[in-house]
């Protein structure tokens, strides 16, 4: 298996052995590390509040979303969502050069304290 591809499969496997697949919102343990990692990489763009808001965002098209929008988590699921922190998605990069895949589910685990 070839290095960008193992890399998914086994972050992959990680969120769904840790998070059991889709997972009710706030059953994944945040334990403080998903809040820093998102201060540091992710603020910027996303805002404060997880609003899409950030200093940046007015610079992408299109714009980050709102993760305190009840439809933005609609179909998505954790793998999926996963997915585009390891990989990017539009403007977004990815950060699987930058994080590891606990660190991912962290994040992940943070984004859904958003969640209204």
Same mark, same amino acid.
């Given at each position: 298996m070839r290095g960008r591809k193992k890399k998914v499969l086994v972050g992959s496997l990680l969120v769904l052995l840790t998070a059991g697949g889709a997972l009710a919102p706030g059953a994944m343990a945040d334990g403080g590390e998903g809040k820093k990692i998102y201060e540091a990489h992710c603020l910027s763009c996303h805002? =404060?509040?997880? %609003?899409?808001?950030?200093?940046?965002?007015?610079?992408?098209?299109? =714009?980050?979303? %709102?993760?305190?929008?009840?439809?933005f988590w609609e179909n998505r699921t954790d793998s999926f969502l996963f997915h585009v922190i390891q990989n990017g998605l539009g403007p977004m990069p990815g950060w699987s050069d930058t994080l590891s895949p606990s660190s991912i589910a962290d994040v992940l685990s943070y984004l859904r304290t958003f969640r209204r």
């Open positions: 805002g =404060p509040q997880g %609003d899409g808001k950030g200093p940046g965002a007015r610079h992408l098209s299109p =714009p980050p979303p %709102d993760f305190t929008d009840r439809a």
